[in-house]
């Protein structure tokens, strides 16, 4: 079974351009979240989406950041126009519906966003 | 608020050895998850142990194992006979709320780095 599968890996823009990020959750996962690592802080939750309805946006910094999820499969989070201060690693998790008592969440690899 | 602190940016364990990570929470809910995640220096996050806030028994996976003290709000990891590729950053977290399907967001600590020496 494929895992959770972010693309790119690695994205270095300049401040004011777009970037999207993509996720493909784990096939048959309802929940899909996104959550951010800027450099040396924790990792924050950014918004949590089941199927294609947003379920929990708080996380979200600003109206910079649009998050979709049409048909309720992959996600894609757009930065527009980018900040020197998004730079960081992003994840997208996935998890079940009903998929036991702890419903862990399924982390992809991650994006390395660089914004100079 | 929610929070959860890991006060040891860096630990070290000669291979073989037992290390614990120490974590601490802060929630006013009764009933909660936490979670253990490991960053392996590739970068994806891998799940490694969940205890649930009514669980009366501390969870175990192999030779992971974590230390639930509810009174005192920690979930301390413990790692038995740490192998090489036990080196790595690893994340403490928790999910408030009941289980509802997965809905509930992550509560992440900073990470605890860990290096295992030979």
């Known amino acids: 079974e494929a895992g959770v599968t972010q693309f790119p890996s690695h994205s270095v823009i300049e401040k004011g351009q777009t970037v999207t990020l993509r996720c493909d959750p784990i096939?048959?996962?309802?929940?899909l979240y996104w959550y951010r690592r800027v450099m040396g802080k924790e990792i924050k939750f950014l918004l949590h989406?089941?199927?294609?309805?947003?379920?929990?946006e708080s996380g979200m910094p600003n109206n910079r950041f649009l998050a979709e999820r049409t048909g309720g499969t992959y996600s894609t989070l757009k930065v527009q126009p980018a900040e020197l201060e998004d730079s960081g690693v992003y994840f997208c998790?996935?998890?079940?519906?009903?998929?036991?008592?702890?419903?862990?969440?399924?982390f992809g690899p991650g994006t390395r966003l660089t914004v100079l | 608020a929610q929070k959860i602190t890991q006060t040891q940016p860096g630990m070290f364990v000669q291979e073989k050895e037992a290390v614990t990570l120490d974590c601490t929470y802060d929630t006013s809910d009764q009933s909660y998850g936490l979670f253990w995640y490991k960053q392996p220096s590739s970068g994806e996050m891998i799940f490694l142990i969940y205890?649930?806030?009514?669980?009366?028994q501390n969870a175990t996976e192999g030779r992971y194992s974590l230390n639930f003290q509810k009174a005192r709000k920690s979930a301390n990891l413990v790692i038995s006979a740490s192998q090489l590729g036990d080196s790595a950053m690893y994340f403490c977290a928790m999910r408030e709320g009941p289980f509802s399907g997965g809905y509930n967001k992550l509560i992440f600590g900073a990470g605890t780095r860990l290096a295992v020496h030979p």
């Open positions: 989406f089941v199927k294609e309805s947003k379920q929990d």
């Open positions: 096939s048959g996962h309802d929940n």
């Open positions: 998790a996935s998890s079940q519906t009903a998929g036991g008592s702890h419903n862990e969440q399924f």
């Open positions: 205890q649930g806030s009514y669980d009366e």
